[in-house]
C-alpha cells in the first residue's frame, strides 16, 4: 500500500517552459488535491478534484491546470512556467467527507529559472 | 473568510519534556475539522490528531493531544515527553464543513527543536 505518489520528485524548468506532475493513490479515495508550499505561508490549494470527473479551481489556480485521469490518478500542468511558481507542490486525497483526513504525497520540489 | 494563525515561529523544548504550539483559527462555518501535520526535514506531511467542532472530548493520539477551547476558537497541540525526532514543522490546519469545504486551511507554522 504506497498511499500516495508523486512524480517526479525534483524538476529544473527554464521560463516558458510546461511540465506535467503526476499524482497516483491507492487508497480508493475519491477527493484528491493539489497544494503548494512556500517558505513562510503554509500550504495553500491550488485545484481539486471532489470525484472522478470533477475539477475545481482553489485558492491559487492561475497558471496550472489539471486533469482527473480515472480515480486513482490526478495531475498538475503548468503550461508555461514562471519563476513565481518555483514552489513545493504536494497532492492529497481523501474520502468525500469534509471532515476526512487528507493524506499527502512526498511533495515535488519545482525550481523554475 | 477562513484564517489559521499560528503566532509561534520557533519553539524549543527539553528531551523528555512537554510542549505546546498554539493555533488559534477564524471561521463562520458551525461545523469544521481541526487538524495537526508534521513536516520533518525529509519533507513529507505526516497527519498527526484530528478534533470536530462537535467533539465532546479532547482528541488525544499516543503523545498528541489536542487542547480545543471552542470559545477562544483555539486548537494547541501538546506534545508530551518529547523527542530528538518530534524536531520538525508543525502546522495547524482547518477545513470548514461548509464554505470552501474541500480546502485545507494551513497556518504558517511552527519549527519545534528538541534539545538533547
Known amino acids: 500500500n504506497a498511499g500516495v505518489t508523486q512524480t517526479p520528485k525534483f524538476q529544473v524548468l527554464k521560463t516558458g517552459q510546461s511540465m506535467t506532475l503526476q499524482c497516483a493513490q491507492d487508497m480508493n479515495h475519491n477527493s484528491m488535491y493539489w497544494y503548494r508550499q512556500d517558505p513562510g505561508m503554509g500550504l495553500r490549494l491550488i485545484y481539486y478534484?471532489?470525484?472522478?470527473?470533477?475539477?475545481d479551481k482553489g485558492e491559487v489556480p492561475n497558471g496550472y491546470n489539471v486533469s482527473r485521469l480515472n480515480k486513482r490518478e490526478f495531475s498538475l500542468r503548468l503550461e508555461s512556467a514562471a519563476p513565481s511558481q518555483t514552489s513545493v507542490y504536494f497532492c492529497a486525497s481523501s474520502p468525500q467527507t469534509s471532515h476526512e483526513t487528507q493524506y499527502f504525497g512526498p511533495g515535488t520540489r519545482l525550481l523554475v529559472l | 473568510a477562513q484564517k489559521i494563525t499560528q503566532t509561534q515561529p520557533g519553539m524549543f523544548v527539553q528531551e523528555k519534556e512537554a510542549v505546546t504550539l498554539d493555533c488559534t483559527y477564524d471561521t463562520s462555518d458551525p461545523s469544521y475539522g481541526l487538524f495537526w501535520y508534521k513536516q520533518p526535514s525529509s519533507g513529507e506531511m505526516i497527519f498527526l490528531i484530528y478534533q470536530g467542532s462537535y467533539d465532546q472530548q479532547n482528541a488525544t493520539e499516543g503523545r498528541y493531544s489536542l487542547n480545543f477551547q471552542k470559545a477562544r476558537k483555539s486548537a494547541n497541540l501538546v506534545i508530551s515527553a518529547s523527542q530528538l525526532g518530534d524536531s520538525a514543522m508543525y502546522f495547524c490546519?482547518?477545513?470548514?464543513?461548509?464554505?470552501?469545504?474541500?480546502?485545507?486551511?494551513f497556518g504558517t507554522g511552527t519549527r519545534l527543536t528538541v534539545i538533547p
Open positions: 478534484s471532489a470525484s472522478e470527473g470533477t475539477t
Open positions: 490546519a482547518m477545513r470548514p464543513a461548509q464554505t470552501g469545504a474541500n480546502n485545507l486551511f
